[in-house]
């Protein structure tokens, strides 16, 4: 069909896959998509398939590109691997080029997205897919409208200028500048989301409301700075101060119960997911099975084992960061001696073969490490029984997440109150030492705990730029609050500090870094694109 063709051609999700010659049709169906018959049954499934490129992929595309450049997590090759011909390093290095998998598969993902969200909402707008009442089909057009904004945030926030398509149009876009495209999404989102549906409870789980648009609303103002060079702290804040008066959002008792295997669909905390459902063929969420050493298996009791020594891990500068008693450094890293799930001591099998498998804080460098150098993710439950993808969904906005932004807008227009949001955050973390949950707006104006630098053989070598971190302390707080959660590549560039610090193995690469290069197989498919600057073919 046109459509598809179309999206082969823009996304280039399919260059080179065939060397076929024989472009004869073959037809398997007099049914086609101008045959068919919708009915009202198709309303739902229409908007839920648009969603679909959220969880496709998300830890090899998103997932990587947000965390593995950033200053918590790297993944070094070991003696069972993952070296991957560097892709893995090239993140962490911040030398890496348009051909790099990861970056296509973020571009590719979230145009799919958008591609998607455009072809549902022609169907509703023309009605070929009825909609069981005018209102219904108004909030669906609406939702779409919000989804399709959720993915051109990542796009521009990612690859800064790009193409803006909202029709099925059969042209090759040019790009269009961030500037444009982040009013484009202030627009939308402004116009849409008062139709969205209100409830925050099992009806809207998975979806987008009301008040997870808002949160949207109010990342793209937090970040408004770097888009467009104005900041726009007050219209961050405004959203924010929506969504907390309602009373419809709360924090979770245990900051580990957006996390969970199953039960969670009734949180308050969480706001908007990615769903996924092994048994229905919803897949995904392999985390665990990247950053778990194989002998996990024992102790969670798997159906399939982890890749070998296991990948990703905390950088020991970030680790070394956590205030003691703060229980969210275990509650998001596995460290120490490991047991299986009788209690019985588990050993390496690797380099270190027969010794006690005990993971260790300390990495040498970013370069290589030992099967048991680097605590690993503890973050996302996963069910006894699970195979390679688990059942556990990852959620991309928390309610937590709302209580730190306006925070950081208040500290920022220089506004009182910001301690106490953050506190509010804290307190689940330290019921065993409450006192230590107080902070001050003072306090989240003090220099970052992180001691930045680049290390050769367990120690930094090269201080490199040491100035103090602007409110560095609350840079700290979302770093604690959201580890593993995609968040650190966004907020170091708002703290300026992406392309400017060193880390581990890292040295800064230049600022043209804090975006990445329009993947190799994009440009060649649609001629009308020009590479973003300071990167070359290749590069």
């Not at 996390?259 to 669909?265: D, H, L, T």
């Not at 959201?482 to 600022?511: C, N, Q, V, Y």
Request: proline letters at 5%; one cysteine or more; aromatic letters at 12%.
């Amino acid at each position: 069909m046109k459509k598809n063709i179309i999206h082969v051609l823009w996304m280039a999700l399919a260059v080179c896959a065939t060397s076929c010659n024989d472009l004869d049709e073959v037809v398997y169906s007099s049914v086609t998509e101008q045959t068919y018959s919708y009915s009202v049954n198709d309303f739902i499934p229409n908007i839920a398939g648009a969603y679909e490129p959220l969880h496709a992929d998300y830890v090899g595309g998103y997932w990587q590109t947000q965390e593995l450049t950033g200053c918590c997590i790297v993944t070094p090759p070991n003696s069972t691997g993952w070296d991957d011909g560097g892709i893995y390093k090239r993140l962490h290095f911040h030398n890496w080029n348009s051909e790099l998998g990861q970056i296509s598969s973020l571009w590719n993902n979230y145009f799919k997205g958008v591609i998607l969200c455009n072809g549902a909402i022609e169907r509703l707008e023309k009605e070929i897919i009825p909609a069981p009442s005018p209102e219904k089909k108004q909030q669906g057009i609406s939702e779409l409208r919000v989804l399709r904004a959720y993915y051109y945030w990542i796009l521009m926030d990612n690859f800064g200028d790009i193409p803006l398509v909202t029709t099925m149009s059969q042209e090759l876009p040019g790009k269009t500048s961030r500037a444009q495209i982040y009013d484009f999404i202030v627009k939308e989102l402004g116009e849409a989301v008062p139709d969205l549906a209100e409830e925050q409870d099992a009806s809207t789980y998975g979806k987008l409301n009301k008040w997870a648009g808002k949160a949207i609303l109010a990342n793209v103002y937090l970040n408004a700075e770097v888009y467009t060079g104005t900041p726009r702290w007050e219209e961050c804040m405004a959203q924010c101060d929506d969504i907390i008066r309602e009373q419809k959002c709360d924090l979770s008792p245990d900051y580990k119960d957006p996390f969970r295997a199953s039960g969670v669909e009734g949180s308050k905390e969480v706001m908007f997911t990615i769903v996924y459902d092994y048994s229905r063929g919803i897949t995904g969420n392999y985390l665990f099975m990247n950053s778990w050493h194989s002998e996990l298996q024992k102790k969670y009791l798997l159906n399939a084992a982890p890749n070998m020594a296991g990948g990703p891990k905390g950088i020991t500068q970030f680790i070394d960061t956590y205030q003691e008693g703060d229980t969210r450094l275990e509650d998001s890293w596995l460290m120490g001696q490991q047991f299986d799930a009788e209690g019985t001591p588990l050993y390496g099998v690797y380099d270190m073969a027969g010794e006690p498998l005990v993971f260790t804080k300390e990495l040498p460098d970013g370069n290589f490490t030992s099967e048991m150098a680097g605590y690993r993710m503890n973050k996302y439950e996963v069910a006894t029984g699970s195979e390679w993808s688990c059942d556990t969904d990852i959620p991309l906005i928390r309610y937590s997440e709302v209580l730190l932004m306006k925070a950081e807008c208040l500290l920022r227009t220089d506004k009182a109150g910001a301690g106490a949001l953050v506190t509010q955050v804290r307190q689940r973390n330290f019921k065993n030492n409450p006192d230590k949950a107080t902070v001050t707006d003072e306090e989240l104006k003090e220099n970052s705990a992180y001691q930045w630098g680049y290390v050769e053989n367990y120690s930094i070598t090269e201080p490199g730029d040491r100035t103090p971190v602007k409110f560095g302390r609350l840079f700290d707080e979302l770093c604690w609050e959201f580890a593993w959660e995609g968040h650190t590549r966004r907020d170091m560039i708002r703290f300026g500090l992406f392309t400017e610090k060193s880390w581990l193995s890292h040295k800064p690469m230049g600022d043209y870094r804090s975006v990445f290069p329009i993947p190799e197989s994009t440009l060649i498919a649609n001629p009308e694109l020009t590479q973003n600057p300071d990167y070359t073919s290749g590069n």
